[in-house]
């Protein structure tokens, strides 16, 4: 087959993937239109109490107002700082863990039942006494989403050192390599996958405690105008803090498989 021919081809599998792609991003579209234009309309036709169920009109002009008023960015400015620090200071040092514990089967037993263990525990549980430890201020709500991204981080990156090739470990220690060249050219490259798949868990997860730390004691952050949105009974106002929120989170969800794809295709190469 001809260079000219096998681009043929390449195209001809493309186009079908990318149409399907836009087929799903347009039903996805017309889905989210759907229950909003739904919603907006029992509202206004009394059907539902607007101060209890909350109206998109009204979280749409909250939102404007807010957003020019620049309160809205100053709360989400806040939460995104705790989030984005406890991410990467727990992903970090997990991953540090994860990988660390290859190097001694003895240590990654004792270890791994507590980290299982505590991966159980209820992530919201942890927040009040974080809150009594670092205070209200931003340090407790980076140390709570740092402490539940370092579980999920070191389980899935010591996962991933598991199932290193042997085959390939083997080899490199019959040419005469290094444990430490095994693994970095081993080891490490293997695990990419796992570690991939952490950070689409735990860049939910940092958002997550950083949130839920502002629920419980704060005085910035979309939490705590969420709280206040509740004690209030604004439901318009705290229905436009939970969909900021969602579209927080998807926005770095995007953000991290497009990383993902970069990462895979430079390993590929």
Not at 109 to 124: D, Q
Not at 158 to 186: C, H, N, P
Not at 210 to 215: I, P, R, W
Not at 234 to 262: C, D, K, N, P, T
Request: net charge positive; hydrophobic share 60%; aromatic share 10%.
């Amino acid at each position: 087959m001809s260079e000219a021919q096998a681009q043929a081809v390449a195209v001809s599998f493309a186009r079908p993937l990318a149409e399907r792609r836009s087929a799903v991003l347009a039903g996805q579209i017309a889905l989210l239109v759907g229950i909003f234009a739904a919603w907006e309309g029992v509202a206004a036709a009394g059907w539902i109490n607007p101060d209890l169920g909350g109206q998109p009109s009204a979280m749409w002009h909250l939102f404007v107002a807010s957003a020019a008023a620049g309160e809205l960015w100053g709360h989400l400015k806040v939460t995104l700082y705790e989030q984005i620090v406890g991410f990467t200071v727990g992903t970090g040092a997990g991953v540090a863990i994860g990988l660390g514990l290859w190097w001694s089967r003895t240590a990654s037993r004792v270890l791994e039942p507590f980290a299982v263990v505590f991966n159980g525990i209820p992530k919201i549980a942890l927040a009040p006494p974080m809150i009594v430890w670092f205070g209200i201020y931003e340090t407790s709500k980076i140390v709570l989403a740092a402490t539940i991204c370092v579980v999920v981080a070191w389980l899935s990156a010591y996962a991933g050192a598991r199932m290193a090739d042997r085959d390939q470990l083997d080899m490199v220690r019959a040419m005469g390599g290094s444990r430490w060249q095994a693994f970095t050219k081993i080891v490490v490259p293997s695990s990419l996958s796992w570690i991939i798949a952490a950070l689409k868990i735990n860049i939910g997860f940092a958002l997550v405690g950083a949130v839920v730390g502002e629920f419980v004691a704060s005085n910035h952050g979309l939490g705590y105008l969420a709280v206040q949105a509740a004690i209030m009974f604004q439901m318009s106002q705290l229905w436009m803090v939970v969909f900021v929120i969602m579209a927080v989170a998807a926005a770095q969800y995007v953000l991290v498989l497009w990383l993902e794809r970069r990462l895979l295709a430079r390993m590929g190469a």
